[in-house]
């Protein structure tokens, strides 16, 4: 267990890092233009050394869970898949429109809202329409997010023929009172079926997302949830800090704050459900991250080939990343875009025979040397300070960068910061030290939720 007081005083509100500069510091509105190209000029260049990962925001969700922070829409019309499909694959074209050869997809994921909301014709009918444009690499890693209540055999089954062989099923909590208050009503046998069909139809790995710190959770009831997961023995276990932000996210109003644990309380349900992951041999992996021995996440931490971006940590090595759908983000070596973020928007864009993109930054040398230290420290807990950045670091990074080693997060060598086996439940905090947006801000950081 890690000291109470250690970890009181590094939850503070610090982003995830899966963007440097996170995504509230990016402009409102952006040149498409300089977008489109940058993008060319990075696709003629990544394509060809390790080919590009593929984002795609499925936003359609039949009712509201109200933890949810996500870009969503409730309804219960499936009648809208057909037009979100259509302009999804026109937005495609416009990108296959901007490369000059085929584009080679390493990686693809269907996230959402609720991917598997789609009816497996409808999916068929988008993935038919972007991979026969494409080329597939043969070590490609292909993954969705599934709704343990409606996604079905012939969901799995389709997206298996497509090459997905990695699932994340949202599970979250297993306790009734809080599936009650979450609106998430999922009982624990549909769990047990889903995830055995995925196996026996011959899904590789299988991540259940849990998250700690909802409404009216206990240490009891992070136990039960936990020791039910650990009967399913899921290859990968992603296990989030629950985060409060009623100012952007309307739905978590619907509940009673004082239902929600915080503080040490909060704290104890982090440690809790840490313990029992580490006792059944998952290993901790990065930020929120745990891992079986024989899944191919464990083993890119031990290889150095562990990668981080808008999709979280993956195995593959890509430079660019293509989203598309509503609010999808899009990043290049020299620039983070993002779609627009309603429905309405979307399409306006697309109808017009334009790119989405709205909001967006241009990377500087800066951005693109400190947001470096922040990716190396996420996946690989080192990294090692280049001597023109050292004006910066002194001025703006040594001051916190000292506070961590002498709680023994961090061993500075020189040019040469390590993460120390305690320091790497402060991944967040750590990478916060080379934030220079967050240093130099004089406003506060309100908009991101507390490490732990």
């Known amino acids: 267990m890690i000291d109470l007081k250690l970890l009181q005083k590094y939850n503070v509100p610090v982003p995830r890092y899966t963007s440097y500069p996170t995504v509230p510091n990016w402009k409102e509105k952006i040149d498409t233009g300089k977008w489109m190209d940058v993008f060319q000029i990075d696709f003629g260049i990544g394509n060809k050394q390790s080919g ?9 969700c039949e009712s509201l869970c109200t933890y949810c922070g996500c ?4 309804t219960t019309n ?4 057909g037009e979100y499909v259509k302009a999804v694959l026109e937005e495609w074209r416009l990108y296959l429109n901007l490369m000059n050869e085929k584009p080679l997809i390493r990686e693809l994921h269907l996230g959402g809202g609720t991917p598997t909301f789609f009816s497996p014709a409808n999916l068929q009918l988008l993935l038919s329409g972007i991979l026969e444009t494409a080329i597939v690499h043969r070590e490609h890693e292909f993954g969705f997010e599934g709704h343990p209540n409606n996604t079905t055999k012939e969901h799995l089954e389709l997206l ?5 062989h990695r699932v994340s099923f949202g599970i979250q909590d297993n306790d009734p009172e809080v599936q ?10 549909n769990v047990q079926y889903i995830t055995s069909t995925a196996r026996e139809i011959g899904y590789k790995s299988v991540n259940f997302d849990l998250i700690y710190g909802l409404p009216l959770q206990s240490v009891d009831s992070i136990v039960r949830t936990a020791e039910q997961v650990m009967s399913l023995k899921p290859d990968r276990i992603a296990f989030y800090s629950y985060a409060h932000v009623p100012w952007t996210s309307r739905g978590q109003r619907l509940f009673d704050e004082h239902d929600l644990p915080l503080g040490n309380e909060k704290i104890q ?3 809790t459900g840490k313990q029992v992951f580490i006792e059944n041999g998952y290993h901790d992996i990065g930020m929120d991250h745990f891992a079986l021995p024989s899944d191919d996440l ?5 290889s150095g080939k562990l990668h981080r971006n808008f999709m979280g940590y993956t195995t593959q090595q890509t430079d660019t990343l293509i989203g598309l759908g509503v609010s999808s983000i899009s990043s290049s070596p020299h620039a983070l875009v993002q779609n627009a973020k309603t429905i309405h928007n979307y399409y306006q864009h697309i109808s017009d025979k334009k790119l989405a993109v709205e909001k967006g930054h241009f990377l500087s040398a800066e951005d693109i040397s400190f947001g470096r230290y922040i990716l190396d420290i996420s996946c690989a807990g080192r990294t090692r300070f280049r001597p023109d950045d050292m004006a910066l670091i002194n001025r703006y990074c040594l001051p ?3 506070s961590l080693e002498a709680d023994k997060l961090i061993v500075l060598k020189g040019d040469e910061l390590v993460v120390t086996e305690l320091g790497a439940s402060f991944l967040r905090n750590i990478c916060s030290a080379f934030d220079l947006f967050l240093s130099r801000s004089a406003t506060g950081q309100r908009q991101f939720s507390n490490a732990i």
Do not use: D, M, T
Request: aromatic share 18%; glycine share 2%; proline share 5%.
């Open 78 to 81: 499936h009648n809208v898949e």
């Open 400 to 402: 916190q960068l000292l």
């Open 160 to 164: 298996y023929r497509f090459g997905f």
């Open 71 to 74: 870009n969503k829409k409730i």
């Open 52 to 60: 590009i990962s593929l984002y795609i925001h499925l936003p359609f």
């Open 298 to 302: 464990y083993k890119a931490s031990l």
């Open 180 to 189: 009650r208050i979450i609106n998430r009503i999922q009982p624990f046998e």
């Open 269 to 271: 349900l982090y440690q």
